[in-house]
């Protein structure tokens, strides 16, 4: 192998062809620099990915070095994004339970599948599939991203629990009725607080490691002040009226919806096996030799059925099962969240009984001074039944936890491929969408560094990455534009800052855990918001009015969309992605054809633009776009509107510097054209045609049809030649092609 195909490959070769002790201490500040952002960051993007805040150390520790080494980015810091979190957790939920082990291992099979698309885009040469998301598309889902992801960290900065409704805005509306009734103002004083040092230290010095300072501050306050403080009680230490029912037919209702989950998906595995059977019936009668077919005619008559029907009328039955039990699961789980409500709704406060013992009662039933203690005690219910004997009240504010210690073991994701179909669309997404976010960023510090990126390497890097990393228990990850920048900021030379930010990861993982149990999840949400603020970004929404309407329009519907989809943050990007290419279908079928006049610069241009008049015998029209297809009727049609119009006309010239293909259709109407049009009486010109249209007008004969002689390499050289031709005996004066004449 040569060395330059080595280099291919192992594309971090190259960094150590100069490297030194100054780039080995560079890249060591710079990579422990990124770890102490990437630490707190990556257990909050976890949260928001719906996942436990440690399954963001899990996604820190391989992807980063992986995407490194394989990538062709040095400064790129790769690792859990807000906005991939916020796609993987809208991928998951219609699937799994938020958290458990299913949506889990879920998220770990989508990180896989996210991979291998990036990796095969890569491999291909396909990266320009990125194009599919416009800029003005990006935009709009990038903001109405940012608003979604701030407002679903309300909860934990007010410390209250909601249940996700269906749409978006009902949650945000359950949130803000939940803080009206109740805030744990402890808890939402430490998110402002964190919020303040971020902020204020930012602006201070932005190259300080400002989210990892308040981490520090908060913990360290959470610790000393005893923020969490939690109790396990038992259902009759709970002396409110209805409690215990109230208990019994949630946890009844939770084993009905495992109960009706499972039989749905054992119907949906029945109906996919059905339908493979009347396929392969079909296949067996349609493609089978005349005796298979006697064969299979007589078994049908011995059998008195038809074996394709009953399969079909199988499959029916089964549909029509999936219905009913989506339909019961639906109603199902709309009495468990209003169950749920009602037990997160209770405040309690504790008294004593004659024996001493604690118990709890309504908070309003009790006058205060019968308490046997200031706190309010809330129920904590999550999405698994409650046990009766380990019931947890809430008195405090809520901390990250147990974090597991050490790095997980490797083990591939255990693949189905039901579940791959299912999450193909979202990945085809996230793919895209996180490469967008990555290669944008990458670009941005490459201009700084005048380094060379190739995007298809890219993709190969950050597919790998994730495929990677699905082996160590990662969900999606993408290039993140905060922690790039801090690490082009602290002096990065080359891609072994990440591998040093991955080794600190692990060091946090094997020794550090424990000082992060009383880390406020009020913290966490302060740093995803303070993160996504970047991201709004409505200066890019006016410029895309600016330059063209249609994009700004663009950007504000894939805006609202976004919002109002929420939380399937596809459907908003595909609508995006619809519109963008309907009206580049729309475009290119009604390209701009244009009459030219002479104006004030010595140039032909659009006579109807400056308001110039046109000369009586020579029609100059100019065609932008290619002939294809979609769009040589609509010239046709223009082209006609204009001989219609003038009635000396003598010469038709058709100026096609704007046209750089043809195809089949586009070559054989406009040989009609010509034809037709030379049959009444007009001479036809050409200039401006490029090699490739000149080769296919050869090979066809319309070359010739037209004449070599009526070809002109520009329009100018053209006029030399037709104008005296058409204005022999003519009364025109002066001539607009000659003089600049502007309509009156």
Known sequence: MTPSFIQTIFPFISWFKEYSGKSFKNDLIAGITVALVLIPQSMAYAQLAGLPSYYGLYASFLPPVV?????????????????????TAASLEPLAIAGGEAYIAYAIVLAFVVGLFQFLLGVLRLGIIVNLLSHPVVTGFTNAAAL?????????????????????????????EAAFNYTHWPTFLMGLLALAVMIGLKRWNSRLPYVLAAVIITTAISWFSGFEENRTVTIQDIKTPGF???????????????????????VSKNSSSQEKNAANDTVCIDCHSQRDVELEQLKRKNRAETPQLLPLAKVLELHLKAGVLDQYLAGEKEHVQEIRQQLRSMQLVSMRDESGSLYYVARKSIAPEKMADDKIWRINVG??????DNILLVGGGEVVGMVPRGIPQLAIPKFDMNLIRQLLIPAIIISILGFMEAISIAKAVAARTGARLDPNQELIGQGLANMTGSFGGSYPISGSFSRSAVNFQAGAVTGMSSVFTSVGVVVALLYCTPLLYHLPQSVLAAIIMMAVVGLLNVHDIKHAFVVKKSDGIISIITFIATLVFAPHLDKGILLGVSLTIGIFFYRMMKPVVAELSLWNDGHYRNAAHYHLKQCKHIAVIRFDGPLLFANISYLEDEVLKIVDSMP???IIHFKCNGTNSMDASGE?????????????????????????????MRRTGLLQEIGE??????????MEVIWPIAHKASDESPCPLKKVTLVD
Request: charged share 15%; aromatic share 10%.
């Open 67 to 87: 995407a490194a080494l394989f990538g062709s980015s040095r400064q790129l810091a790769t690792g859990p994004v807000a906005v991939v979190s916020m796609m």
């Open 148 to 176: 979604i992801i701030a407002s679903s960290q309300l909860s934990k900065f007010f410390g209250v629990h909601v249940d996700k409704a269906e749409h978006y805005f009902e949650t945000i509306w359950r949130v803000f």
């Open 244 to 266: 215990a029912g109230l208990v019994k037919t949630l946890n009844s209702n939770l084993d009905h919806v495992v109960q009706t989950t499972e039989a749905r998906a054992i």
């Open 383 to 388: 999405n698994n039944p409650l046990d009766p």
């Open 648 to 650: 000396e006309l003598k």
């Open 668 to 696: 054989s109407s406009l040989t009609l054209l010509i034809e037709r049009l030379k049959a009444a009486g007009y001479s036809i010109y050409f200039s401006g045609l490029k090699e490739n249209i000149t080769d296919i």
């Open 709 to 718: 002689n009526h070809i002109f390499p520009t329009l100018v050289t053209a």
